[in-house]
């Protein structure tokens, strides 16, 4: 294996700064070993980016279409060999593995169309209306949709004329890796798309560097450290998308068996590590409720976990490393002292595994919970009197990404929409999904009022407004008066 791990202007070149490795969560194996980017290659990676910007933003927009049809197709040739790094790198079973690459493939044509219909031109007598591109954006990718959600960033400002300086998650380098040599294979010309890999101090060379944006998926702390970095820099474009503690409603007089269904997927996809897993479900007692916790409960303990290839097939796999899961479980103990009442825990597959098994905890009698992001798979029980109850502890945290109801109550359903706080808001669907036909983002700590998907063609460029005259020498009568002729 070569250590070439950085792109740069459009060459592959070894990395200069500490050993970078990434391990393959389920076993501990070690699936990609290289070294991570230093101060000065993410210095080259930025100044390569402003010298392919102005070049790149001259070509006709066909042609940059061309060339992300191109790595679409790349894609879905290569997306058995894709599947396998995002599994062996993130624990994925390979059927999530093989719904991320073909969300990334389809999110080609999407975007195309979001650029036309947010960021086209528009000409009206003498004004015209164009969209021009920022500069150089930096990318940092998440590690649990280490395909997807840079993508969702990259695409749409590569379309807009923006080169790109992208910085993918420490834990999933292999696939970042990857996917920029298919746009290289796709045809984009040296310096518009580089990669610099690396933790920490990459991340914080490049937030530094004279980018012209930033888009960032990940966690609320981080979002908001960037926000600070940001404070006296106005000029550079920051857009956040960043998680939640959001809640699923269950209405009274529901269909218990659908609605089992609906919170599995919301609370227990990937493992609880999607920013739209509910964290908090939120039940309005009724005389079906004990039999819907009951129920509930049986199927979390019966939720197949394992490696990715396992058979039978798993729902889940692993959380991503071994200080998440410690972190989940001391979690889950601490809640448990506190008077919390676990129902199904998260117990490991065996000693210092990141398998858990789903864990349900009612909270109810707790008089302080903490408003936080739990990232994985753990699910709390609140039990409320009535709707108006179940909205206000709904609304009842600093973040807004994403919220859910299960209810078969139209007027119910009218007012959670009308009066719930969440970006991405689901009736009757799981929490744990989001169209890419639709805007994806939050408020409060959920992010800064940038949403993503298929709005990111709106802070991918900025509106242009211009006027033009008749020609110069086009014969007219003075238009400025007290001039004398």
């Excluded at 209405?251 to 509910?278: E, H, K």
């Excluded at 908090?280 to 490696?307: C, G, K, P, Y």
């Excluded at 973040?399 to 689901?426: M, T």
């Excluded at 805007?439 to 033009?468: K, L």
Aim: glycine residues 8%; negative net charge.
């Amino acid at each position: 294996m070569n250590n070439n791990a950085q792109f740069i202007d459009g060459k592959w070149l070894t990395g200069n700064g500490e050993p970078l490795s990434s391990i393959d969560p389920a076993s501990g194996d070690h699936v990609w070993q290289k070294n991570a980017a230093d101060g000065e290659q993410v210095q080259l990676a930025v100044v390569a980016a402003k010298k392919a910007q102005s070049t790149w933003a001259l070509t006709p927009l066909q042609q940059r279409i061309e060339i992300v049809e191109r790595f679409a197709r790349l894609l879905r040739d290569n997306s058995e060999s894709l599947v396998r790094s995002i599994s062996l790198e993130t624990g994925k079973p390979d059927w999530e593995a093989a719904t991320e690459v073909g969300a990334m493939a389809n999110k080609a044509a999407i975007s195309v169309r979001a650029q036309q219909e947010r960021a086209g031109e528009i000409d009206k007598q003498h004004l015209r209306l164009r969209h021009r591109p920022h500069g150089v954006m930096a990318v940092f990718g998440p590690y649990n949709f280490p395909g997807h959600l840079p993508n969702g960033h990259i695409i749409p400002a590569l379309l807009a004329g923006n080169t790109v300086v992208f910085k993918p998650s420490e834990q999933t380098p292999w696939v970042a890796e990857k996917t920029v040599e298919l746009w290289h294979q796709a045809g984009l010309p040296a310096g518009v798309l580089n990669l610099v890999q690396g933790a920490r101090a990459v991340g914080q060379a490049l937030s530094q560097s004279p980018i012209d944006g930033l888009l960032f998926t990940g966690s609320s702390s981080t979002g908001k450290l960037l926000h600070q970095q940001m404070a006296e820099r106005p000029e550079v474009l920051l857009a956040l998308e960043m998680g939640g503690n959001n809640p699923l409603i269950v209405d009274a007089d529901i269909n218990i068996d659908a609605a089992v269904n609906i919170i599995l997927q919301s609370a227990y996809l990937s493992a609880g590590q999607r920013c739209t897993c509910a964290r908090r479900l939120v039940v309005i007692e009724n005389a079906q409720t004990e039999a819907l916790i009951e129920q509930l409960r049986s199927a979390a303990t019966r939720i197949i976990v394992d490696r990715h290839d396992a058979s039978p097939e798993p729902f889940m796999g692993p959380v991503i490393n071994q200080q998440t899961a410690t972190a989940l479980l001391a979690k889950e103990a601490n809640l448990r002292e506190a008077g919390a009442r676990v129902l199904a825990s998260m117990q490991p597959q065996r000693a210092n595994s990141n398998l858990l098994q789903p864990g349900l905890i009612d909270v109810t009698t707790l008089a302080q919970r903490e408003d936080e992001e739990w990232f994985g798979p753990l699910l709390q029980v609140i039990r409320v009197a009535d709707f108006d109850t179940a909205i206000t502890e709904a609304n009842n945290t600093r973040f807004g990404l994403a919220a859910g109801l299960i209810s078969d109550n139209a007027e119910h359903q009218q007012r959670f929409c009308a009066l719930i706080r969440a970006g991405v808001v689901s009736v009757n669907q799981p929490t744990a999904g989001a169209s890419s036909e639709m805007p994806f983002g939050g408020v409060g700590a959920s992010g800064n009022h940038r949403p993503s998907a298929y709005y990111a063609a709106d802070y991918c460029a900025w509106p242009q407004a211009q006027s033009h005259g008749t020609n110069t020498t086009a014969q007219h009568t003075p238009l400025v008066r007290g001039i004398r002729v």
